[in-house]
């Protein structure tokens, strides 16, 4: 049976990632409030703008003519704890929060890796003036705006409008909109947006891709009451988790949504009053540094070295090694589909009629969208049973750290599949990813000075169980790998002497690839934890009326 959310209750950015929605654009604004009458004001003249997870017209929903459009800009909200309790919540509530939460991110750094390059000391000034105690600087409130671009690629205009607006209600007595997104402090908020590249007929289109060149953002979880169920049965497969019958199932909603049923069977304990938390969740928001020259200049090193050893070409020995590294091609293409480059020429021969269906701009034929929806399939819909090695997609790559599917199944090699357990231990370490690129794209850009990265923003119901094991132990150690020490080789936190394996097929001749000296090819520039309430309790907040008992 399917789950039916209050949709109208929960802000949008939990339910949809907004880019593939047709949002490009976003602007993240941190506003900093001096005393609880005027934050309570200003939470009361956004909570009628708030956009909610009702659903929109779209072609992923059947009934999608029946519902309405999509606003021209979305806003939501999130809060820290620290600004919570300037908001004069009651000390009963705030003291029941998590302890990660109340602690916040820069306390956390051992566990985050925020060290060397990524220390605080290199974050921008509006992350880094609360960690230094400056007076007025410390971060309460962040208010995300993502905007639908028009033909040409440029924002709509409904964007600047809201921002002048928030400008403004940002400048009244009591609260201040932080500046210094920027190393040099400049800038009033962070930019976000995506790739854009021409479709052919004058206008542009997103293209999913991030500034290393790798399409991102494909394995975003399906959880319970996220979609329709006709819309649900199609997106859940590689999504959700694997039952131990093999089939694909919607992750449990209390992964993501406090106040609801998670993976253990329980709803977790919600601080005071009970209706607080509920339909809300957490968001950890990371904006990470992509040394794009780095990255190349090493590839461009070990692929030379590759192409010699093995007689191949360099642009194969290149492409190869990045997609070992990651777990997919470049275009997305999984390894675990395409092992080989052969096999990835193969494939996409195979499917070379996909560019021209997902570019079309008009609307798609029932076979088109069914292509493309087999296509889709593809990409995502994978099991690492017949992998256990890591032949196909080595052990470490990136995309096995951050989603290990069935690999931890401890009874994975029985022949029996009523023996094995799916993916139930990686199931509640799963996060969902809300954010975009920052920054130029520029590839023949080799100046890593250049602002270009990644903001990352994770949403889970439990940071400690989700975001930071996931950080902590998967991407930057290897016990669950049998890796010892090896971290992620594209985010990992690389020591001197750090490495990366490609493994060989254990009956065959060739020896396995070490990737050796991986450089830091990825830096914390900021960051911060931040509480995401319904509507309801955003409302009971602005009013003044949150009481424990």
């Known amino acids: 049976m399917s789950k039916t959310l209050d949709l109208r209750d929960i802000q949008g950015n939990i339910v949809r990632a907004y880019g593939r929605y047709g949002f490009p654009h976003a602007r993240y604004f941190l506003f900093h409030i001096h005393e609880a009458v005027a934050g309570r004001r200003f939470l009361a003249a956004l909570h009628p703008r708030v956009t909610t997870s009702e659903r929109w017209r779209h072609a992923w929903e059947d009934d999608h003519g029946n519902l309405p459009a999509p606003p021209p800009v979305t806003l939501n909200i999130a809060l820290t704890w620290q600004g919570l309790r300037v908001l004069d919540l009651p000390t009963e509530t705030l003291s029941q929060f998590p302890r990660e939460f109340i ?88 930019q976000g947006g995506a790739r854009l590249v021409p479709r052919g007929d004058g206008t542009m289109m997103i293209d999913a891709q991030e500034h290393f060149g790798f399409e991102d953002g494909i394995g975003n979880p399906v959880f319970a009451g996220q979609y329709p169920p006709q819309v649900e049965a199609r997106r859940v497969k590689g999504r959700g988790k694997i039952m131990p019958d093999q089939t ?114 008009g609307a798609r034929t029932t076979a088109e969208q069914a292509r493309l929806d087999a296509w889709n399939e593809q990409m995502i819909n994978f099991k690492y049973r017949d992998d256990q090695v890591g032949v196909s997609c080595p052990i470490s790559a990136h995309i096995r750290r951050g989603n290990m599917r069935d690999m931890l199944d401890p009874r994975i090699a029985s022949a029996n599949p009523r023996d094995r357990t799916g993916s139930a231990l990686t199931n509640r370490r799963r996060i969902l990813r809300r954010g975009l690129p920052y920054g130029a794209f520029e590839p023949d850009n080799t100046d890593d000075r250049t602002e270009r990265g990644v903001i990352f923003v994770a949403i889970c119901a439990n940071l400690f169980r989700q975001f930071e094991f996931v950080l902590q132990q998967w991407m930057n150690y290897g016990l669950d790998l049998n890796a010892g020490n090896d971290t992620c080789p594209l985010l990992g936190y690389h020591q001197p002497g750090s490495k990366f394996m490609i493994q060989a097929d254990p009956e065959g001749e060739d020896t396995p690839w070490v990737m050796n000296e991986l450089p830091q090819f990825i830096e914390t520039r900021g960051g911060e934890y931040f509480f995401v309430p319904s509507l309801n309790t955003l409302n009971m907040i602005a009013l003044g009326v949150v009481d424990p008992t």
């Open 103 to 190: 602690d916040g991110m820069a306390p956390r750094k051992h566990i985050l890796t925020d060290t060397g390059p990524s220390g605080h000391r290199h974050w921008d000034p509006v992350w880094r003036a609360p960690i230094e105690k400056a007076p007025g600087r410390d971060i309460h409130v962040l208010v995300t705006l993502n905007a639908q671009m028009q033909p040409d690629g440029t924002p709509v205009p409904e964007l600047e409008e809201m921002t002048d607006w928030l400008r403004d209600l940002g400048a009244g007595d009591g609260m201040t909109l932080l500046t210094g997104h920027n190393k040099d402090g400049s800038g009033d908020y962070q």
């Open 248 to 361: 694909w199932a919607p992750l449990a909603t209390g992964e993501f949504l406090i106040g609801h049923v998670d993976e253990s069977q329980q709803i977790p304990f919600s601080t005071r009053p009970p209706r607080f938390m509920f339909n809300g969740t957490f968001l950890a928001f990371r904006k990470l540094h992509e040394n794009v020259g780095l990255f190349h200049g090493y590839i461009d090193k070990q692929a030379a070295i590759y192409a010699d050893v093995h007689g191949v070409p360099q642009e194969e020995a290149r492409l190869t090694l990045k997609a070992k590294m990651v777990g997919r091609w470049p275009n997305g293409v999984p390894l675990m589909a395409a092992p080989t480059y052969a096999d990835m020429l193969r494939f996409d021969a195979a499917w070379s009629d996909i560019p021209a269906i997902r570019n079309k701009s």
